[in-house]
């Protein structure tokens, strides 16, 4: 294992040996973010049949894909913050290892409960992705950060895009549990990877994990978000969901209160609240919110019969064929977001990404009546969530100091998380609220999907504005 005693930022550029190492470093972390993204996507192929598949009711084979969603939630920020106490490195090993046993519980499960558990696991995993981005930051040079930051924070939606199309086909053509087969061997080269390649930079702000805070946030945030995913399965009209909310909420705010009073918080909230991060982590709840809706709405068109009017009749493996080169044009966008980052500054390329997202689903509100339409749609989408996601890390980390920084981008990404989603929740009810009979069985209507375009266009919008009012100026802080 290498270690560096001194991040790379401040090293001279004449040293084409670090360089290298840094260089292969970003291409395992950008693989490590790729197999960690792609493996919350494995079940959707799988979600019609997962009751059979694991004797259980719909209810209940639902949170298969709840319980990793509430697994990512948790791990992000709470994996930032150990990443800046004992060293970034040794928490991506961890995550990577996670993954390999979630992978390998939901390979041998045929049951629900061990199904969760591994799910669960697997969910927790994705604290590789804020740790990765902050570390990069310390082993890249100057010249190299931006590209290595927006490469590594594409590989989000790559692996969702690439995901699908996958497990489908191989959903299709063998056994289930080969699936998860495959993300555990994926996982085990990424921790072999991490352990040989990635270097170990000793912390600088040492001390000691905040158990309690890390206690109080997860469960805050479990509770909020099981109350947001499961709101419509219990009816809004319910008290469940409300009574989910208003206590999520309250151990939040304790939470938060605990944390200013603590000499060593789990989050330093008087960072998260200056103007700059704050207005970030807001437009990054509007932009999450924007980005979900292509993943929500353009599937079901894509699938609905063609004799409803406005279906395209797509197979699942189809639909998900059409939607990968999203994820493709995602990456390829990564570097001209550091370009754009060089040029104008991460506030102003942040607010290009949004403008570029909400274009993108104002041309689908009226561009949707043929799947090469659609695809015209997440492509156009998908570059502005390219641009945007990699403008985000570097505005947080431009805003906070290095001793801060894994925590500050995981707090960032969990914001992202919690757009996407408050959007699922949303864009679900808006499908359900507007139907038309077809043999009997109500599907959405074709102007509930038209609304769903304008709801994100909307958030989009938002993300925008919030996106401007960041100061120009960000002082950073040693």
Same mark, same amino acid.
């Given at each position: 294992m290498t270690t560096l005693s001194t991040s790379a930022q401040t090293s001279p550029p004449d040293e084409p040996d670090r360089s290298h190492r840094a260089g292969v470093s970003i291409v395992v972390l950008c693989f490590g973010g790729l197999i960690a993204s792609l493996t919350q996507t494995l079940v959707i192929p799988l979600q019609g049949s997962l009751?059979?598949?694991? $004797? /259980?009711?719909?209810?209940?084979?639902?949170?298969?894909? /709840?319980? %990793?969603?509430? @697994?990512?939630?948790?791990?992000?920020?709470?994996?930032?913050?150990?990443?800046?106490?004992?060293?970034?490195?040794?928490v991506l090993l961890v995550s990577s290892m996670v993954l390999v046993l979630g992978s390998v519980i939901c390979a041998l499960s045929d049951t629900l409960l061990p199904m969760l558990a591994g799910r669960t696991l697997q969910g927790l995993s994705m604290g590789f992705i804020p740790v990765g981005i902050s570390l990069l930051r310390?082993? /890249?040079?100057?010249?190299? %950060?931006? /590209?290595?930051?927006?490469?590594?924070?594409?590989?989000?939606?790559?692996?969702?895009?690439?995901?699908?199309?996958?497990?489908? *086909?191989?959903?299709?053509?063998? $056994?289930?549990?080969?699936?998860?087969?495959?993300?555990?061997?994926?996982?085990?080269?990424?921790?072999?990877?991490?352990?040989?390649?990635?270097?170990?930079?000793p912390s600088v702000k040492g001390g000691r994990l905040d158990v309690v805070g890390a206690l109080g946030l997860a469960a805050g945030l479990v509770i909020t978000l099981v109350g947001i995913t499961k709101g419509g399965d219990w009816g809004w009209g319910t008290a469940r969901p409300w009574l989910c909310l208003v206590t999520g909420a309250v151990v939040l705010v304790a939470w938060g209160l605990y944390e200013l009073r603590h000499p060593a918080p789990l989050a330093d909230l008087r960072v998260t609240a200056r103007r700059p991060v704050l207005l970030t982590n807001l437009a990054a709840i509007a932009i999450g919110f924007g980005m979900l809706a292509q993943a929500i709405v353009v599937p079901q068109l894509l699938q609905l019969p063609e004799e409803t009017g406005y279906g395209l009749g797509q197979t699942l493996l189809a639909a998900g064929l059409w939607m990968a080169p999203g994820g493709l044009v995602m990456m390829a966008f990564a570097p001209v977001s550091s370009r754009l980052m060089t040029a104008f500054g991460a506030r102003i390329t942040l607010a290009i990404g949004? %403008?570029?997202?909400?274009?993108? *689903?104002?041309? @689908?509100?009226?561009?949707?009546?043929?799947?090469?339409?659609?695809?015209?749609? %997440?492509?156009?989408?998908?570059?502005?969530?390219?641009?945007? *996601?990699?403008?985000?890390?570097?505005?947080i980390m431009s805003s906070v100091p290095l001793s801060e920084a894994g925590a500050a981008v995981g707090f960032n990404a969990l914001m992202r998380s919690i757009g996407t989603t408050t959007s699922a929740a949303v864009m679900a009810g808006v499908l359900a609220a507007s139907t038309t009979d077809f043999a009997g069985f109500p599907l959405p209507s074709e102007g509930a999907f038209r609304a769903c375009f304008l709801i994100g266009t909307g958030a989009a919008l938002v993300g925008v504005v919030l996106t401007l009012l960041i100061p120009k100026q960000v002082r950073k802080e040693a």
């Open positions: 009751p059979v598949l694991l $004797d /259980t009711t719909s209810a209940n084979a639902s949170w298969v894909v /709840t319980s %990793t969603l509430l @697994g990512g939630a948790v791990a992000m920020p709470i994996a930032g913050s150990l990443g800046d106490l004992f060293g970034k490195q040794r310390e082993i /890249t040079r100057p010249a190299q %950060t931006g /590209t290595a930051i927006a490469a590594m924070s594409g590989t989000l939606g790559v692996g969702g895009a690439i995901g699908l199309p996958l497990a489908a *086909y191989v959903a299709d053509a063998f $056994d289930w549990h080969v699936l998860f087969w495959l993300s555990g061997v994926l996982a085990a080269l990424v921790a072999i990877a991490v352990a040989v390649v990635v270097p170990h930079v949004a %403008t570029v997202l909400g274009l993108g *689903y104002l041309v @689908g509100v009226f561009f949707m009546d043929a799947s090469w339409q659609l695809l015209v749609v %997440t492509c156009i989408s998908s570059a502005g969530v390219g641009i945007g *996601y990699a403008a985000m890390p570097a505005l």
